[in-house]
């Protein structure tokens, strides 16, 4: 059964600082791997999709990367805002299985101004 | 373009009830997956809807049930109401087929007294 971790549960940055938030899954047979954030009270928003013929990918201060033999991600998060404060959860769409999407139980971001 | 909406927004009710919650699809997208969140176990997949047909399900009791109309516009019932239940029920969208970027909804918070 896929159990994808993530460390650390929590982090907290001061403004302007880079950071990595780490995501590892355990059966390494995924389709894609997902980056959201979300926010308090609401709904996950996406931010980044590696398949899994791919080893990163790119959005503005974003950048994530998929290592699929060791069963690992990374978010880079380029000179943090506070408006980067959020939970970011990673989630992986596995080949076998039942699930749709296998989520880690996230890392809470707090940059401070 | 519309995002994917979830009716009603809030919902409280007592044990034993019953409850059924919407989610509208973003336009084109033939796929809905349904999640429960919870702080103790995260997010849990519940089942995935393509076309009108159930394509996979989780790991909860047969209370909870969905069904999808041909409008791919989804529901989800859940019967027999208990205090666990209470919970962020979280739908997500996607084309359904090849590269299936998950776009979610702002969820559903049900409290069940």
């Known amino acids: 059964k896929q159990e994808v971790t993530q460390i650390p549960a929590a982090l907290s940055v001061p403004e302007g600082e880079n950071l990595v938030l780490n995501c590892s899954f355990t059966d390494s047979a995924i389709y894609n791997l997902q980056w959201f954030r979300q926010d308090p009270g609401k709904g996950l928003t996406s931010l980044l999709l590696?398949?899994?013929?791919?080893r990163e990918q790119t959005s503005g201060r974003l950048n994530a990367s998929l290592d699929k033999s060791s069963g690992r991600s990374t978010l880079y998060i380029a000179a943090s805002q506070p408006g980067d404060s959020a939970t970011y959860l990673c989630a992986v769409e596995g080949q076998g299985g039942s699930e749709k999407l296998v989520f880690g139980k996230g890392t809470k971001l707090t940059v401070n101004p | 373009k519309a995002g994917v909406t979830q009716t009603p927004r809030y919902l409280i009710k007592t044990r034993g009830q019953q409850v059924t919650l919407s989610c509208s699809p973003i336009?084109?997208?033939?796929?809905v997956s349904w999640y429960q969140q919870t702080p103790g176990q995260g997010l849990q997949f519940l089942f995935e809807y393509f076309s009108e047909t159930q394509r996979n399900k989780g790991n909860f009791p047969g209370r909870f049930s969905g069904r999808q109309f041909s409008n791919s516009r989804s529901e989800m019932n859940v019967s027999t109401l208990e205090l666990g239940d209470s919970a962020l029920y979280l739908c997500?969208?996607?084309?359904?087929?090849?590269?299936?970027?998950?776009?979610f909804g702002p969820g559903t918070r049900l409290t069940v007294l």
């Open positions: 336009s084109g997208h033939r796929s």
């Open positions: 590696i398949q899994s013929s791919q």
């Open positions: 997500a969208s996607s084309i359904g087929q090849g590269v299936n970027e998950q776009f």
